[in-house]
């Protein structure tokens, strides 16, 4: 009945993620920002420069997010940064449909705002249109899109090398060399791409035995992903551990590994952290043992603050990486963690209170 109750626990969280997002396909900054109401407040040491400290400034956030409350949170930190800032973020969300997007990329560029961010996107999709704005003299900024040309625009993106390189040494340390793994990823998103570079390195330079690879990311990616894990699963029993580089696909391993009830046996590994992903981590008997993350909300905030700073004259560079860390469930045992907030605690550094910051704009909090 345990590991009954558990994975309907996880089934619980990922119906809960595709709830929370199913009316986000277009929003403004009053309606995400509400979600981040009873943060804490910042509090500045400068006036805001210009063009801040007359009217608004008109920001579109054009966004291809997927399910789970990763880009919830996201979105959040975005729009309460922005507020703080005297921006008017006007978010619209394609929500997985590439066409979708490029409409809206296309509006935005028509309505012809202060400032254009693009959060994630297919390449193809959206380069010609970024191309497009540049073109019109529109500052662009995006966050983990891979572009071939990002002649005038800023990019951000959290350090997904880094990411998998700590987690995958925490699965090296954990299963040994030359053990059986299996991997559960997508290909054509430039985060899980990069992701993939470090892991196949990894393979290699340990002589890992990957025995299946499969996965896919979709508008119910967890979902998605539990008979594609369960399959692979029953073929091979024997595997040691799991690499899933994504959250949502995470999730959707560790549901299949309790669904076979091998969680005493095999060992998960994601990137990515958020309440709900936490609460499967601390789980009893949770085959999810680390991950590797940024604290989403914070990054949010900080590709607005990146944005900020560029208009105001004060950006030196023009790529911005976000640090990440590794948790383990140890730590989170350790710690008594079991939401963002204990973990900010915890570990400050999430906070990233000293990346792309000023003494007019200080990092948002919560």
């Known amino acids: 009945m345990a590991i009954l109750r558990r994975a309907a626990a996880v089934t619980a969280l990922t119906a809960a993620g595709l709830l929370v997002l199913s009316g986000c396909a277009q929003s403004s900054t009053s309606s995400e920002a509400s979600s981040s109401d009873s943060a804490a407040k910042p509090t500045a040491s400068a006036a805001l420069p210009s063009p801040f400290d007359g009217d608004p400034v008109t920001v579109a956030l054009v966004r291809q997010s997927g399910a789970g409350d990763f880009f919830e949170a996201w979105g959040a930190g975005a729009a309460a940064q922005a ?7 006007q978010v619209t969300d394609a929500r997985n449909d590439n066409a979708k997007q490029a409409s809206d990329l296309e509006q935005a560029i028509a309505a012809k705002p202060d400032a254009i961010i693009v959060d994630h996107g297919q390449t193809d999709t959206i380069q010609p249109l970024i191309t497009k704005a540049v073109d019109a003299g529109i500052p662009v900024i995006v966050y983990d899109l891979a572009l071939t040309d990002t002649d005038g625009v800023i990019t951000t993106s959290q350090s997904d090398a880094s990411m998998a390189e700590g987690v995958l040494k925490q699965l090296v340390a954990d299963v040994g060399q030359g053990a ?17 570079e470090v892991w196949n390195k990894v393979v290699a330079d340990n002589d890992l035995d990957v025995v299946f690879s499969t996965g896919k990311v979709s508008e119910s990616t967890a979902t998605d992903n539990i008979p594609l894990v369960d399959a692979a699963l029953k073929q091979n029993p024997d595997v040691k551990a799991i690499f899933a580089p994504y959250d949502e696909i995470t999730k959707g391993a560790v549901q299949a590994v309790i669904q076979n009830n091998l969680q005493s046996s095999v060992k998960v590994y994601g990137i990515d952290i958020s309440n709900a992903d936490l609460e499967v981590i601390t789980a009893e008997g949770s085959p999810w043992v680390a991950t590797s993350a940024t604290d989403p909300a914070a990054v949010g905030a ?22 990440a860390i590794t948790i383990t469930q ?16 915890a570990e400050p550094s999430l906070a990233l209170d000293d990346v792309v910051v000023a003494d007019w704009l200080p990092a948002v909090s919560e």
Request: proline share 3%; charged share 25%.
């Open 83 to 89: 507020e703080f800032a005297n921006i008017d973020l």
């Open 302 to 323: 900080g590709v607005v603050r990146a944005l900020a700073l560029s208009l105001a004259g004060q950006l030196d560079e023009t790529d911005v990486q976000f640090p």
């Open 180 to 196: 059986k793994v299996g991997y559960v990823s997508a290909t054509g998103f430039a985060p899980l791409d990069r992701r993939a």
């Open 330 to 345: 140890d730590f989170l045992a350790e710690n008594k963690v079991t939401n963002v907030k204990e973990l900010r605690a």
